[in-house]
């Protein structure tokens, strides 16, 4: 199976700022790669798939890049509304995995 | 509005069986493949698996985790989607979301969970 290492587990951060966060998968999953937010209680919101491209309706300041086994996920300008956990996942093969997850939050 | 609501959880003894239930609504259910993930307390997502629509035989995959004990399944005529769940776990306690996969619209189907249901809490206790 194909792994996923998701980092940094948690970060700190002020609104405003810029952060990223990086997935790793264990082999090459081409781009096939998606993003989540998650707040707690909540159904995930599905932001970006295919490694960079936004879902509709999702804002600009989120932004995914890479391909391979490297992905980002950039989120510039926090919001009050961005304080969340993410979560990648990966789609390119069985069984699909996500991501340990990233909790955004505020310094 | 497209739309998942999960119903069937509940609290059950191990070695237990439970089914869940997601209706959909808002879409056209019969053209997408639909999954089926769970997030233990304080834990990440897991996927639980998939099943895909009737033109790709309604076949389905798992993850290794609940292979052999859990079994998808879907009726079309009322948008409807399953989780038949036997020799439950104590680790099968979570969250369990349904959502909706890819569709013959997108790229050979390689495409992720776009909507969410609300989640249904399974409690697998003695």
């Known amino acids: 199976d194909i792994q996923m290492t998701q980092s940094p587990p948690t970060l700190s951060a002020s609104v405003g700022d810029s952060v990223t966060i990086t997935c790793r998968a264990s082999?090459?999953?081409?781009?096939?790669l998606a993003w989540y937010q998650q707040k707690p209680g909540k159904a995930p919101k599905f932001l970006i798939y295919?490694?960079?491209t936004l879902q509709s309706g999702v804002p600009s300041r989120f932004s995914g890049r890479g391909s391979g086994t490297e992905f980002t996920l950039t989120i510039s300008s926090l919001q009050p509304d961005d304080f969340a956990t993410y979560y990648c996942?990966?789609?390119?093969?069985?069984?699909?995995?996500f991501g340990g997850g990233t909790k955004v939050e505020i310094k | 509005e497209v739309q998942l609501v999960e119903s069937g959880g509940g609290l059950v003894q191990p070695g237990g069986s439970l089914r869940l239930s997601c209706a959909a609504s808002g879409f056209t259910f019969t053209a997408h493949f639909m999954e089926w993930v769970r997030q233990a307390p304080g834990k990440g997502l897991e996927w639980v698996g998939r099943i895909r629509h009737k033109a790709h035989g309604s076949t389905t995959e798992y993850a290794a985790s609940v292979k052999g004990r859990f079994t998808i399944s879907r009726d079309d005529s009322n948008n409807l989607l399953y989780l038949q769940m036997n020799s439950l776990e104590t680790e099968d306690t979570a969250v369990y979301f349904c959502?909706?996969?890819?569709?013959?619209?997108?790229?050979?189907?390689?495409?992720?969970?776009?909507?969410w249901g609300q989640g249904t809490t399974v409690i697998v206790s003695s």
């Open positions: 959502a909706r996969g890819p569709s013959a619209a997108t790229e050979n189907f390689y495409y992720p969970m776009d909507v």
């Open positions: 082999q090459s999953i081409n781009s096939w």
């Open positions: 295919k490694a960079s």
């Open positions: 996942l990966h789609y390119n093969s069985y069984p699909l995995i």
